[in-house]
């Protein structure tokens, strides 16, 4: 066995040993000794120069460097069996990892994937929603769908649809706070503003009002002051849910509520402007061409 050979192995049985901590549970999963378990972990802390375990009296702990490459390494392995999997079946199976905003995931991608899964019933999917950005180093997502403004340097991206901006209120909201139809605008130092920030990470919470507000005429709008009498969250859903419920105005991505505003639990008394975002998909450069993600980027272009 060469000496890359030899390494491979020695990683493996690492990658064993670090799920379980447990020299001793690595040698039944690989069936081998432990003594073969340790010699091939002191083997490739020679090989790499650094340790990977820190040997306590009773237990094991990974140095800091034992972590990254664990973590290193099950994406891997994750990534080759999944491959193999493909190129084996000649289908697609196995699992296809996808990270999306809360409320993207909930309003707009969960009522379209049974298509999906009626075309493609062995494939697994696991969903899971952040609103800040997945970290694609280290976590096993194979695809994500953000809200931003198009700039992903290093990555595979594609701008699936821009979003608009719009001021919704519940019907009794406006009936109660919007008395003067033919000066709307100039009831809105009135009103409660309701603010989201879910997916703007470290942005001003008024930005999206503020984008609002810099797109209508007179200057009275524009310096509107909308943090005055404020509700904020982090989740849309939750922002709409509080515009629903007659405590203020909120901003809205019109994407998300759309069913709201035809089924008449919401109204939209202004324009829409557009917000200078949208929905990219993005993932590793590269990996766009394997069959599970192409069939799921193809499925999305179809439902644009």
Known sequence: MDRKQ????????????????SFTKAAEELFITQGAVSQRIKSLEEQLGFSLFVRMTRRLELTKEGERLLHALNQSFEVIFSELEDIKFNEL??????????????????????????????????????ASRLDFQHEPVDIAIYYSDSEHPGFYH????????????????FNAHFANEGDLAGQLPSVTFIHCTESLEASEPNQEWKIWLDNQKGEDLKSLNVMERTYLFNHSDMAMIAAKNSMGIGIARVSLVRSSLENGELVAPFE????????DLICLNGQQHRPKNAAFIDWLEMQL
């Open 93 to 130: 199976r196995g699992e296809l990892y996808i990270g999306a905003a809360p409320t993207f995931a909930q309003s707009w991608l969960l009522p379209r994937l049974p298509e999906f899964q009626r075309l493609y019933p062995n494939l697994n999917i696991k969903l899971r929603v952040k």
């Open 158 to 173: 594609q701008r699936l649809f821009d979003e608009m901006l719009v001021p919704v209120c519940s019907p009794d909201y």
């Open 272 to 279: 829409r402007v557009n917000s200078g975002r949208g929905y």
């Open 6 to 21: 030899q390494m491979l192995s020695n990683m493996y049985t690492f990658a064993i040993a670090g799920k379980f901590l």
